[in-house]
């Protein structure tokens, strides 16, 4: 068995925008995580149940299933509701964001910085149960 810092930390992404992707996997991969993208808030939903991710990152305006919707979801599914989720919009919807249960609002454009130091914080306030069930899913 690996040591737990082997173990890749992913985070699951569900954005649109190719050009913000690269930027986010630039930024993760420098920061030692691993960027898993998809493109809809269906597909966010699944994704997250099937591989636990360390942190979900999303766009408000994603098709099938919008992001506050997704939060929402991730929030209510005992498999993922420990799971903490960034809203990332160029809307002005942090209080929206919060009350669907987002752990962090970021407004677009990226800030490299902002954006890692986010997950780091939501990722060390986690509870450790959680954590453990997602290293134990990444094995």
Do not use: Y
């Not at 979801?73 to 919060?98: C, N, W």
């Not at 970021?106 to 954590?131: C, D, M, W, Y």
Request: hydrophobic share 50%; net charge negative; with cysteine.
């Amino acid at each position: 068995m690996p040591p737990r810092d082997a173990i890749p930390r992913v985070v699951l992404i569900a954005e649109r925008d190719r050009t913000v992707r690269e930027l986010q996997e630039h930024f993760l991969r420098e920061a030692g995580f691993v960027a898993e993208f998809v493109d809809d808030g269906v597909s966010a939903l699944a994704q997250a149940r099937l591989i636990l991710p360390i942190a979900v990152v999303t766009e408000i305006m994603i098709p099938q299933m919008d992001g506050l919707t997704l939060c929402r979801r991730l929030g209510d599914d005992p498999i993922t509701r420990d799971i903490p989720v960034v809203v990332f919009s160029i809307l002005s919807a942090a209080a929206r964001a919060e009350d669907a249960g987002a752990k962090a609002f970021l407004r677009k454009p990226i800030v490299g910085s902002v954006f890692i130091a986010t997950l780091e914080q939501l990722i060390a306030a986690q509870p450790n149960a959680a954590k453990e069930q997602q290293w134990a899913s990444q094995q």
